[in-house]
């Protein structure tokens, strides 16, 4: 992690000097996220009630411009532009450079399939069990700590090889026995782990878009 991290993650914690006990779980978390996307790995999210919205809204932020410009490659512009000179153009003035990113809380066809046709818990590890490859990464939101189809989701991605991340309130918790890192908010009731989980992820978001994007 470099100074323009580092940098970031102070000024969070003078917003919140409450998440000063996160800190480190944050700089393992953001460390483990960088090599997934430094070596083409991607992000696989997960979570339940308001951190499915959580969730979504991570995959937002590294899938489109969160504050930088993200101008693609001009190789790849070009690339466009031979292929339709035309609709190559749009494409080259408007696409965005993206971490990629998948929430597994969409998906409905899917999801509603699975959950008539198996074990409803385990939708979300089917999920990873499709998608994850060795090397990507998978973060699983979860006030508690206990949702047992993050629990099903977290178990199948350290058997696959992705690097497990863990975002919860204060307690002691199942998550924290698979997660690699596990950043613990420190709250307990919902509402307020869920007002502290955004500021960490904004945070991580930005540390990752400035690491990849930023000049």
């Keep these: 992690m470099d100074q323009r991290q580092e940098m970031q993650l102070q000024q969070l914690m003078v917003r919140y000097p409450q998440l000063q006990v996160c800190r480190q779980a ?3 978390a953001y460390e483990r996220l960088e090599e997934t996307f430094q070596h083409g790995g991607k992000l696989l999210v997960c979570g339940n009630g ?44 408007h696409l965005q450079g993206a971490l990629p990113a998948i929430s597994l809380t969409g998906h409905s066809s899917l999801t509603t399939a699975f959950m008539n046709d198996a074990l409803p818990e385990l939708v979300f590890a089917q999920q990873v069990n499709g998608y994850g490859q060795p090397g990507d990464a998978f973060l699983g939101i979860s006030t508690s700590g206990n949702s047992r189809n993050v629990l099903y989701a977290a178990i199948t991605a350290k058997a696959k090889g992705l690097k497990v991340i863990g975002l919860t309130g204060q307690c002691q ?10 950043i613990r908010v420190p709250e307990v009731d919902t509402f307020k782990v869920q007002e502290l989980h955004l500021p960490v992820y904004h945070c991580l978001c930005m540390m990752l878009e400035d690491k990849f994007f930023g000049e």
């Design 26 to 28: 944050m700089k393992n």
């Design 50 to 93: 308001g951190s499915a919205s959580d969730a979504e809204h991570i995959v937002g932020e590294l899938m489109k411009e969160f504050r930088l410009k993200r101008k693609i490659y001009s190789s790849h512009a070009e690339t466009l532009k031979s292929i339709d000179s035309e609709m190559g153009s749009v494409l080259a003035d």
């Design 173 to 182: 918790n199942r998550l924290m026995d698979f997660a690699d890192v596990c």
